[in-house]
């Protein structure tokens, strides 16, 4: 069986740095692409980053580019994701999703973790 | 970017036939994704590839996709399936990812 298990959220205060983690058990991780999506409180989803199978290729929601960071350490089976400057609007729950499809991390995500929550405050 | 438009919320009695829609431009020429999630849960995939079943979902639902609109289907509809609901797709044209803003189902 399939599982994701995110860690690392927290209350940080604006422009604050944090790192989630993503732990990924039963699959053979570097055949996939993974992806970060979140959901601010009372609202809807939103992807915010994938990355390629080897880590090679990244991509970013316009919302986050230049201020969150995707990557993936496939000898730990871990995916990870640097959040800096943060800002208020960055609150949310964070959920690690793997998609169907091991190439491409914007394909039906058919395993997610149960999320992590970051809070932005002071 | 890419837009896709839920309605907020949709109502349908027990037994009932529930149509929850996902309005993109052209979204016809796109894959579309559903995802079921309760309070307090992660998403579930229910439908992938427009009008495909994971295995563990019900037949009751079903999915389709053509011009403007994809729709997911809940037929006979169960107290279990009020949840909120999100459709999902990329756009190549402006490398989007963009989930719709979501339909709340509540089963009256």
């Known amino acids: 069986e399939v599982q994701l298990l995110e860690s690392g959220g927290g209350l940080v205060q604006p422009g604050g740095s944090l790192r989630l983690s993503c732990a990924v058990y039963g699959l053979t991780f570097d055949a996939y692409a993974m992806s970060w999506v979140r959901q601010a409180p009372g609202k809807g989803l939103e992807w915010v980053s994938g990355?390629?199978?080897?880590?090679?290729?990244?991509y970013y929601a316009p919302s986050v580019r230049g201020r969150l960071t995707i990557s993936r350490d496939n000898s730990k089976n871990k995916l990870y994701l640097q959040m800096s400057r943060l800002r208020a609007e960055d609150t949310a729950v964070y959920f690690c999703?793997?998609?169907?499809?091991?190439?491409?991390?914007?394909?039906?995500?058919?395993?997610w973790g149960q999320g992590t929550t970051v809070t932005v405050s002071s | 970017s890419y837009v896709l438009t839920q309605p907020p919320s949709v109502s349908v009695a027990p037994g009932e036939t529930a149509r929850i829609t996902c309005g993109g431009d052209?979204?016809?020429?796109?894959?579309v994704h559903w995802y079921q999630q309760k309070p307090g849960q992660a998403p579930v995939l229910v439908m992938y590839?427009?009008?495909d079943r994971p295995s563990g979902i019900p037949e009751r639902f079903s999915g389709s996709n053509s011009g403007n609109t994809a729709t997911l289907t809940i037929s006979r509809v169960e107290a279990g399936d009020e949840a909120d609901y999100y459709c999902?797709?990329?756009?190549?044209?402006?490398?989007?990812?963009?989930f719709g803003g979501g339909t709340k189902l509540t089963v009256l």
């Open positions: 590839y427009d009008s």
């Open positions: 999902h797709t990329y756009d190549s044209s402006s490398d989007d990812v963009v």
């Open positions: 052209d979204i016809g020429t796109k894959s």
């Open positions: 999703a793997k998609p169907r499809s091991g190439a491409d991390y914007y394909y039906a995500l058919d395993v």
């Open positions: 990355i390629s199978g080897n880590g090679g290729s990244t």
